[in-house]
């Protein structure tokens, strides 16, 4: 009986060391987590004075750092991450959620989905608008946009979606408006959100992967040819054919079909799901003679190497409208270099817009906006157009502001503009490359934070009978004019 107790204690004690074993002598080969970790490094000896020690911040960094290396850390996640998955289904992947029967999403397409993303209907006027005219101006320089709607998991799987997130009540979308004022601009477009699911239910293989953020690698060869095609329509140049008719068939997801499952860092593999893994074959011919510029989000990453070195004489691909691929999760990556855009843009023969349903809220990520400046220099915008392009184009304020129109039950588009203009108010002073039009806008909110002088713009608005905000733009610019003068 004692050897037993000395046995189980032995077992107790072995388990415990075994974390401070394994960070001393890497006793085990442990797989490293997937997704973004952030290790803190070890804390500086400098740090070590006595009000380092007193305030704690050389104690909060050694724990992080500690924490950070542990011992079988990443195993310890592991069995953590799988038991809530198992028991109670909840993901530990920030931004990712659970559907019905398994299918994991991001969370961004189900509020995109339901309309709780969308920016207002004035902003993607301006937007497209904009669009149009860079279009028109890159046509008569002989180069050709063609604007891609790429599908989105959550309308392409609306049935798996959570019933918390009330799918049923959906409101006017950022694709539904899109879609339909591109048309009535005569903005021509790919919707490939429509044409995947015209084949939802006639596909052998599932055009979006249960595991995946994706559109499935069955599903691209069909995006892939349908662009093509909408290419040698706009162009005139004939592309490279390709074949896709030999599958692999197989219940475990590969490759990016499973890019939100393996965030998950779970120990047991996920159910296997039937999929199709397209071997394509070109058939031998040279790329076509077309230098191309894609603007587009991850879902190119899918297409650059396996299909567009081989159709295009030469290609770059601007990741988000920000950042250079292959270069973009560099340390730090390298950003696109804007300066002369419009002598950039003119050096292409097509330009490739590719913008899925989870980042429509973008607005393209400011392409139109920018292009747009480059085809008009004389153009002086606002300074709150552009924080309310850092509040769509800001994946966390976005969130922020989202939440808040939710809290006040107030439109998504109200919120982010007053935000905007509390920014452009608060930090006026640092603000820089401000415009007539910023200065008056500034006294505008002078006015409103004088109790007395609003009043009476408010007066002067009713003997004029004009709206009280023009009669404020009215004041601001007579005392803008005033203060000039006195200089």
């Excluded at 799988?82 to 029967?101: N, P, T, V, W």
């Excluded at 040279?286 to 190497?305: C, E, W």
Aim: aromatic share 16%.
């Amino acid at each position: 009986m004692r050897f037993i107790k000395v046995l189980l204690l032995s077992l107790v004690l072995l388990v415990f060391a075994t974390p401070s074993f394994q960070y001393g002598l890497k006793i085990f080969n442990e797989t490293p987590l997937k997704g973004f970790y952030h290790k803190y490094p070890p804390p500086s000896l400098d740090s070590l004075t006595p009000s380092g020690w007193f305030s704690s911040r050389f104690q909060d960094a050694f724990t992080q750092h500690l924490n950070d290396h542990t011992g079988l850390r990443n195993t310890l996640i592991r069995i953590s991450n799988q038991a809530d998955y198992s028991l109670f289904g909840i993901i530990h992947a920030e931004g990712f959620i659970r559907g019905k029967q398994g299918y994991l999403y991001e969370e961004d397409y189900i509020h995109e989905y339901t309309g709780e993303y969308f920016i207002g209907q004035a902003a993607i006027d301006k937007k497209l608008l904009r669009l149009k005219d860079v279009i028109d101006s890159l046509r008569a320089r002989h180069v050709t946009l063609l604007l891609v709607y790429e599908p989105g998991k959550a309308s392409f799987y609306p049935e798996h979606i959570p019933l918390r997130f009330h799918p049923e009540k959906r409101s006017l979308t950022n694709y539904e408006y899109m879609t339909r004022r591109s048309a009535e601009l005569g903005i021509g477009f790919l919707d490939m959100n429509r044409y995947f699911l015209l084949m939802k239910d006639t596909a052998r293989f599932p055009l979006f992967p249960k595991y995946g953020m994706h559109w499935s690698l069955f599903g691209v060869p069909y995006a892939v040819d349908t662009v093509a095609r909408a290419i040698e329509h706009e162009t005139g140049v004939a592309l490279p054919r390709f074949s896709s008719g030999r599958y692999i068939r197989s219940g475990i997801p590969m490759g990016s079909d499973n890019d939100i499952g393996e965030l998950l860092n779970v120990v047991c593999p996920l159910h296997p799901t039937q999929g199709g893994f397209p071997q394509v074959t070109f058939a031998k011919s040279p790329p076509a003679p077309l230098k191309v510029l894609a603007i587009a989000d991850s879902y190119y990453l899918n297409i650059i190497t396996a299909y567009g070195r081989k159709m295009f004489a030469s290609q770059d691909y601007w990741y988000y409208n920000k950042k250079v691929f292959p270069y973009q999760n560099n340390n730090p990556p390298l950003y696109v270099d804007k300066s002369n855009l419009r002598e950039k843009l003119e050096n292409y023969n097509l330009v490739l817009l590719m913008i899925s349903e989870i980042n429509l809220h973008c607005g393209f990520w400011n392409f139109a906006d920018e292009a747009y400046a480059a085809f008009h220099p004389g153009l002086r915008e606002p300074l709150v157009w552009g924080i309310e392009n850092d509040i769509r184009n800001d994946r966390e304020w976005f969130r922020f502001m989202v939440r808040k129109a939710r809290i006040q039950h107030r439109p998504l588009e109200e919120m982010i503009r007053e935000d905007a203009w509390y920014t452009f108010y608060t930090n006026y002073n640092e603000l820089k490359g401000k415009s007539y039009w910023d200065s008056v806008y500034h006294i505008t909110f002078d006015i409103k934070n004088n109790a007395e002088w609003y009043a009476q713009v408010v007066k002067k608005a009713a003997d004029r009978k004009i709206p009280v905000d023009s009669m404020l733009l009215l004041d601001a610019v007579y005392c803008y004019g005033q203060s000039k003068n006195k200089h």
